[in-house]
């Protein structure tokens, strides 16, 4: 998740990594300044092989949320990626506490 919004950020641009505890759970969350994902995308960007067209996405297959997403279901959690109030790209891991 972090390798990724590094990508997809640019070099003056703040990244906020957050980690809180809600209810029975830990939330790490992982927001960009960047340009967000169309709405019609969001869900699919953590499924395996799934890009989205931007120039900055360089080489890749589109596996690494794919294989984060299954990795935190093992351990009985989810991930979660959303436009945040700016547009930016919030993506969260939501593990058992």
């Known amino acids: 998740m972090l390798r990724n919004t590094l990508r997809f ?5 703040v990244i906020t990594l957050t980690l809180q505890r809600q209810g029975a759970e830990f939330v ?10 169309d709405e ?10 799934v890009r989205i067209g931007s120039p900055a ?3 890749g297959y ?3 949320l794919a294989i984060t997403r299954k990795a935190i279901k ?8 959303s436009n945040g109030e700016q547009d ?4 969260s891991l939501h593990l058992p506490g």
């Open 88 to 91: 930016d790209l919030v993506t």
């Open 28 to 37: 790490i969350a992982v927001a960009d300044q960047g340009m967000g994902v």
């Open 40 to 49: 019609s995308k969001l869900s699919s960007i953590l499924d395996p092989f």
């Open 9 to 13: 950020s640019q070099a003056a641009q």
């Open 74 to 81: 093992a351990q009985g959690g989810g991930v979660e990626a």
């Open 57 to 59: 996405a360089g080489k």
């Open 62 to 64: 589109g596996l690494g």
